[in-house]
């Protein structure tokens, strides 16, 4: 992503119509600056990656923009070289001033809404939820990891299913690890640094699930919910500079606490449900969350519909919610908030 902040724009990047395959074989590592080593970032077991066509032409818009292997950001030359770590945060001159966004978003903008929104899929249990949302007509939100859409093309489908069914696809980072202080990753195979991500990291983290997101229904997301549901200021920054809306959530199902216990069950998840219902009910609007991934959550979903009509919630999907973009402009001109 490029800013320039002096006037008049004087430069306009044609970006070449994006050729989505969607094969699962991951291509070589792309040459750091570009993307780190997929063995520096990645830990799980099966790291498979974009289609090597996208992340190639990801690698050389890069290039167009910054001449490739180019020398280290300088703060104060007016231009916010976010491929290389400049942000709101680290250099608020060249990256559109001061950061405004703190802390992700938890309501909607008008009162009454409702945001449901399903984490960590597409999962084998994504189409049978998305098939019952639509009977109700309940929209919907799922936050996809971007590698599951590349090790499966069933998965893929799945949350093309949920495209077309008219529910929002948002970004959940492409393997799920922690854009905190903590740096966890569930399902790893090798435990990572208790450190914050580095910047490199969570560059390709994000980059990667947009191009896996590109790839299935044409479209990149530029809404992101974070992994635990954590964030440092550091996180924060750049997914404000690189033109990205962050969304938490105000209503919880805890359905993760469940799993491998005799309680996941789906009267435990309406019933946790209606229990922080109690506490959340006070709230102007609201956005809830249960994952795709756990079956006898997606089962609760019909009594969990019933029981927030009844109290007169409006179902609408994050976009909505949150009076921005779902996705980032279709226009090969609209370079200003384009971060590949």
């Known amino acids: 992503m490029i800013f320039l902040t002096w006037q008049p724009l004087a430069v306009v990047l044609a970006l070449a119509t994006w050729q989505a395959t969607h094969g699962t074989a991951a291509p070589a590592d792309p040459t750091p600056p570009h993307f780190p080593p997929t063995s520096e970032w990645c830990y799980l077991s099966n790291c498979a990656q974009p289609p090597s066509e996208l992340i190639s032409h990801a690698v050389e818009l890069d290039r167009q923009m910054f001449g490739g292997d180019a020398a280290p950001p300088v703060c104060g030359d007016r231009i916010c070289n976010i491929q290389r770590g400049e942000t709101c945060l680290s250099c608020p001159s060249d990256c559109g001033g001061p950061c405004r966004s703190t802390q992700p978003l938890v309501q909607c903008v008008t009162p009454g809404q409702m945001g449901l929104t399903f984490d960590d899929g597409s999962s084998p249990f994504t189409t049978e939820l998305v098939r019952t949302l639509n009977r109700l007509e309940v929209p919907a939100s799922f936050f996809v990891l971007g590698v599951n859409l590349q090790r499966d093309p069933a998965l893929a489908n799945a949350t093309r ?90 209503l919880d199902t805890f359905d993760w606490r469940f799993n491998q216990t005799a309680e996941a069950t789906p009267q435990r998840v309406l019933a946790e449900l209606q229990t922080q219902w109690e506490t959340a009910k006070s709230q102007p609007s609201w956005i809830h969350l249960q994952h795709d991934t756990l079956g006898y959550s997606t089962a609760a979903i019909r009594e969990i519909v019933s029981f927030l009509r009844a109290r007169d919630v409006r179902f609408v999907t994050m976009d909505k919610c949150l009076g921005v973009d779902a996705y980032r402009g279709a226009s090969p001109f609209l370079f200003l908030l384009l971060h590949v």
């Open 161 to 250: 299913f949920a495209y077309e069914s008219g529910h929002l696809i948002g970004s959940h980072t492409y393997t799920h690890r922690s854009m905190g202080d903590s740096g966890i990753v569930q399902f790893s195979v090798r435990p990572p640094p208790r450190a914050p991500m580095p910047f490199s990291h969570l560059r390709t983290e994000l980059l990667f699930t947009d191009l896996s997101v590109y790839s299935v229904i044409g479209r990149r997301p530029r809404i992101v919910r974070p992994p635990y549901l954590e964030f440092n200021a550091a996180s924060m920054a750049f997914l404000e500079t690189a033109g990205y809306s962050v969304v938490n959530i105000n």
